[in-house]
């Protein structure tokens, strides 16, 4: 699916191609949390309007072909299923309008005040939908030839509902109206966001929800004594980490979600060098450890006393152990937060692994590591298409000497990078600008290296007057 926005808070122009691996990088305050949480509220509220619309419109549809010859004419049936189809849209976008205020807040207002463009299309840009304005475009043509066939066809032939053709014929329309109002949702799974904030959360979330039960506790006792809100990102994060419970540790023992499990495993092998141990509580707030398991160390110490890098990598770990199975689709805002340059290479290939298990990833980051790290896996992937059959020994040896691009590699049509910068050092609004593969610079963008050559030229040029015998007194 394809998200295109305009004028939306610090986006003034955007059109953002989801892939199963999508990167938004460029300057702080530009906008990539902003059109990050627009894509959660779109996607989030895809199932309950559609799955009514489906059902009522495969209702018409039975009905009409069930008819035969009485059935109602070509052009009613398919202004019948547009109608419902229209009807549709407009549940849609009230359902965003509820979610943007949800995740957005009391800004939620004044972001639709100034009547953004907001459309969601498909990858083949035949259909749109404009959640602002609750209108879609018409059918296109294929959708409009297959309904018109398969009605032709149930008028001409007769056909009953007892006759296997007449199902057949049904089944073939319904997945094709099926495809239109399902349009343009292909992620099918649980939306999971990992804000920025996180580690903040982690370390103080019992805290967090004690008060607010003893808040609650005098509302409408007590004069000014309004329950604290927390917007919705904020408020999902901290539900999801307190309802980690006992029926949720026995989910990490379902069998289909094993790899992705194992990936947790991983995550604490590589980076953490330990464990993260939950312990559910009777009350609902479960307590987190962090287990040494280096050095043939094992003693656990609560997670607020542990390193950075633990706090900010322990809800990853929870999420992939406890709620990500294939299908669901993560916002991870700057996962490369107090990790080491090789921890991000590393943490970069099991981000990479983490799609390879169908699991949609969506990553906010200013890291130049990573990005250079995305670019050698693609280019791994490029290696072994052409090498891997002819000859493997090449392969492996690179294997041995770069584990991490060849143990991790990425197809390019997976990945997408896109850069949020300001045309004009006094630009209003952010620019959002596709990042193509290059084999010289990766993912990098133009403002990476413009930092990268200050650097170089600033150490240069104080190397030069630090060698200048004429200053000396």
Not at 197 to 222: E, N, P
Not at 238 to 246: M, P, Q, Y
Not at 333 to 351: C, N, S
Not at 407 to 422: I, M, Q, T
């Amino acid at each position: 699916m394809k998200l295109i926005v305009k004028n939306f808070g610090p986006i003034k122009d955007a059109s953002i191609d989801v892939k199963p691996l999508t990167v938004f990088t460029g300057p702080a305050n530009r906008g990539k949390s902003y059109l990050a949480t627009l894509l959660h509220t779109v996607i989030q509220n895809r199932h309950r309007p559609m799955m009514y619309r489906y059902y009522e419109v495969s209702t018409k549809l039975y009905g009409t072909l069930k008819k035969g010859n009485d059935a109602i004419s070509d052009k009613q049936f398919i202004s019948l299923v547009e109608d419902s189809l229209k009807t549709h849209c407009q549940d849609l976008s009230r359902d965003w309008r509820e979610n943007m205020n949800y995740y957005f807040g009391e800004i939620s207002e004044s972001l639709l005040k100034n009547k953004p463009d907001i459309n969601i299309t498909s990858d083949d840009d035949n259909t749109i939908i404009d959640l602002m304005t609750s209108t879609r475009s018409c059918f296109h043509q294929d959708i409009r030839d297959v309904l018109l066939k398969n009605l032709k066809k149930s008028k001409q032939d007769e056909i009953s509902p007892e006759d296997f053709s007449f199902h057949e014929t049904f089944y073939t329309t319904e997945r094709t109206i099926r495809r239109s109002i399902g349009f343009p949702y292909d992620i099918q799974g649980n939306m999971e966001y990992l804000p920025a904030v996180r580690s903040g959360i982690m370390q103080s979330h019992r805290l967090m929800v004690s008060l607010l039960i003893k808040r609650a506790t005098f509302a409408g006792i007590r004069e000014q004594q309004a329950i604290p809100s927390f917007h919705g990102i904020f408020a999902d994060f901290l539900n999801r980490v307190n309802s980690i419970d006992k029926r949720r540790l026995r989910f990490s023992q379902d069998k289909r979600r094993k790899d992705i499990v194992q990936l947790a495993d991983n995550v604490e092998t590589q980076l953490l060098e330990g464990k993260v141990n939950v312990i559910p509580s009777p009350t609902g707030t479960p307590d987190f450890f962090y287990q040494f398991t280096q050095a043939n160390e094992k003693h656990e110490i609560p997670l607020m006393h542990s390193a950075s890098t633990v706090s900010e990598l322990s809800p990853f770990v929870l999420f992939l152990r406890y709620y990500l199975r294939k299908g669901d689709f993560l916002i991870f805002e700057e996962p490369e937060a107090h990790l080491h340059p090789q921890a991000q290479q590393h943490l970069t290939a099991l981000l990479i692994h983490l799609i390879q298990q169908g699991v949609n990833v969506l990553i906010t980051t200013h890291s130049s590591v990573i990005l250079e790290q995305l670019g050698n896996c693609v280019f791994a992937h490029r290696f072994i298409k052409k090498y891997g059959k002819k000859n493997p020994d090449k392969v492996e040896q690179l294997r041995e000497k770069y584990p991490i691009a060849l143990s991790a590699p990425l197809h390019e049509k997976d990945v997408a990078a896109y850069d949020f910068d300001r045309p004009t050092k006094n630009g209003r609004g952010t620019i959002v600008k596709h990042i193509p593969y290059d084999l010289n610079t990766d993912y990098l963008p133009e403002h990476h290296y413009d930092v990268s050559n200050e650097l170089i030229k600033e150490g240069s040029t104080l190397q030069t007057i630090y060698d200048d015998e004429s200053l000396d007194p």
